[in-house]
C-alpha cells in the first residue's frame, strides 16, 4: 500500500494543506511532505495520530482508501532486457498487469531485433507503432506496419514482431488477456 500517497488523497479531500494537517498533529510540514512523497516513514503512533487528524480510523484507511491505482509513473514501470528479445527490451507500462484483462507494453526493437514466437492463444493483441517500422508475422503471412500505423489481431496462428529496417522501432504492444 501507499501509505504516503493514501495521506495525500485523504488529506486533499479534507481541503487540508500540509501546513494545515502538520498544525494539527503537531508535526512539521516538511515531515509531512516526506511522508507523502514516501521519503519516510512515521511511526504507527504518529500515522495513528496523522490519520486521526484527517477524521479516520486506521481500519478505515487501510480499507476505504486503499483505491485502484490509475496514473502509473516512469518508477512504477518495469523494464527488462528479455533474453527471448533479440536485440530490444520491454517495458511493462503498468505493473502487476497479469492480474487485469489487458497488458500494455512498450517494445524497443534495434535493426533486425525480433521478439520471441508466441503460440496462438484466446483474446486479441493490439500494436501501435510510435518510430520506425516494424513486420507482423501471423503465422507465415508478413504484415509490414509503419510509423503511425497499427495492427489488431485475434492470434491463432504462432506469431511474432521483427524489425528489418535500419533503425530503432518502438512500438506499444497491448495484449489480451496477458499472456507476456
Known sequence: MDIGGTLRRLRLSRNLTQEDLADRCEL???F??????????????????????????????????DQEKIVFKRQDMFEKEDPDLLRGNIVWLVPNAQKNRLEPMLVTLGPGGRTAEFPAHEGEEFGY??????????????????????FCLKPSAPHHILNPGKREARFLWVSTPPSF
Request: negative net charge; contains cysteine.
Open 28 to 30: 512539521s510540514k516538511g
Open 32 to 65: 509531512i511532505s516526506q511522508v507523502e512523497n514516501n521519503l519516510t516513514s512515521p511511526s504507527i503512533a504518529t500515522l495513528t495520530d496523522l490519520i486521526e487528524c484527517l477524521g479516520t480510523t486506521l481500519r478505515q484507511f487501510f480499507s476505504e482508501y
Open 129 to 150: 507503432v510510435l518510430s520506425g517500422r516494424i513486420v507482423l508475422m501471423n503465422g507465415q503471412h508478413p504484415h509490414p506496419v509503419t510509423r503511425g500505423e497499427s
